[in-house]
């Protein structure tokens, strides 16, 4: 029997634009044998919800470089709780003040990395953190 890969979904939730380092994780994630679903572009903490659960993900990447991290973190950790999968990972890169990152963990995102944090970092807090899941 082959072992489950695993499934992550990353999502570029609100109005940001810009998704060459939703990509470029994406890409790092699925070459270090992962499967990703990447949502693309502006969308909805439901949209993402829905996904991660149709999807049936272990974690979720998120990249949000718009400034709205405060508001639509909580509501997607919020929406997975309601739809039973408070055990899925969620994690947040981006332009993330250090003023917010204690408040963001301490409400439930699982790592958060900004600029010039390597793919090789990403890949392995996923992996542990995946590991912890299923464990």
């Known amino acids: 029997m082959t072992e489950r890969k695993i499934r992550v979904l990353v999502a570029k939730p609100g109005l940001d634009g810009h998704d060459r380092g939703a990509k470029v994780v994406a890409r790092a994630l699925r070459d270090a044998g992962m499967e990703v679903i990447y ?10 919800a829905e996904a991660a659960l149709q999807e049936d ?10 400034g709205a991290h405060m508001a639509l973190a909580p509501r997607i950790l919020e929406l997975l709780k309601a739809n039973g999968q408070g055990n899925v990972k969620v994690f947040l890169g981006g332009i993330i ?11 439930g995102i699982a790592g958060i990395y900004g600029p010039g944090v390597s793919t090789e970092q990403i890949v392995s807090d996923f992996f542990l953190a995946a590991n912890k899941v299923s464990a």
Do not use: N, W, Y
């Open 39 to 48: 949502t693309g572009l502006r969308q909805t903490p439901e949209m993402i």
């Open 57 to 66: 993900v272990d974690l979720v990447g998120l990249s949000i470089l718009s």
């Open 97 to 107: 003040p250090d003023e917010d990152i204690a408040r963001l963990k301490e409400m």
